[in-house]
């Protein structure tokens, strides 16, 4: 077999209708995949985000009591972008999400109000590849999601989700991990791409926070350049990546 036909993506499967997208941060989804939800949403699906925190240690210069709503506020209007609508918050805390059973069970009961067939999160590893080390907050809150998909489905490891009218749901048929190093599965990202980047420009006082570069030119080539470089995976059109885990 040659390299070329082992690193193809394969298209993301397209037979579902209602998709849970789980995440730490503000922007998470925007650095992420926003392009494949814009995609998404144009096809009639429905999307909505659950969001760990609300971001509030993310920017040095601001204290956390004015950032979370600020960020709140950036998160709400970026999701509108791209179709979303609801968009959800857990309220852990930013930058220390402890991985566990209470994290589990406020994803779980998300996946079980939503009932969605798909799950999308964040990379759950420890790194991006090579040396570029993850944080500990995507990390937790991507391995709980993919824990929380199978969790959702069974009315005895968390009972008192029953007791509060969610019932069990089992229909997730996949977890789809957006910025995996390992990626097996990829979105078309040329339909959404200018949404993506608008929808990350309003997150513009993080952007502001985070760079000195001018905040539009910043987005549109970062994400050019990560869809252009998953679309030489992808027969060349520009790409969003996801390791796909079935269920």
């Known amino acids: 077999m040659t390299e070329s036909k082992i690193t193809q993506l394969q298209p993301l499967p397209g037979d579902w209708q209602r998709a849970l997208a789980v995440v730490a941060h503000p922007d998470d989804l925007e650095y992420g995949c926003s392009a494949a939800v814009a995609a998404w949403t144009d096809a009639g699906r429905e999307v909505a985000y659950v969001l760990a925190t609300r971001g509030e240690a993310g920017i040095d210069t601001l204290d956390p009591a004015v950032c979370g709503p600020l960020r709140e506020r950036e998160q709400r209007a970026s999701a509108a972008v791209v179709g979303v609508g609801t968009v959800e918050f857990l309220d852990h805390r930013d930058g220390v999400i402890e991985y566990g059973t209470a994290l589990r069970r406020d994803i779980a009961a998300a996946i079980r109000r939503h009932r969605p067939e798909l799950v999308v999160t964040l990379n759950h590893r420890d790194t991006w590849g090579g040396v570029a080390w993850n944080t500990p907050d995507h990390v937790a809150v991507g391995r709980a999601t993919l824990d929380a998909a199978a969790d959702a489905g069974n009315r005895w490891i968390f009972p008192e989700l029953v007791e509060q009218g969610l019932e069990p749901w089992n229909g997730v048929r996949w977890v789809a ?69 079935g269920r």
């Not at 910025?179 to 040329?190: C, E, F, N, Q, R």
């Not at 339909?191 to 000195?212: C, F, K, M, N, W």
């Open 177 to 245: 991990v957006a910025g995996s190093s390992s990626p097996t599965h990829a979105v078309d990202a040329a339909p959404g791409l200018d949404r993506a980047v608008r929808s990350l420009l309003e997150h513009r006082t993080y952007i502001e926070a985070l760079t000195d570069q001018d905040p539009e030119a910043y987005v549109r080539d970062f994400l050019t350049e990560t869809t252009t470089a998953t679309g030489k995976r992808f027969g060349g059109t520009p790409a969003v990546a996801f390791e796909v885990f």
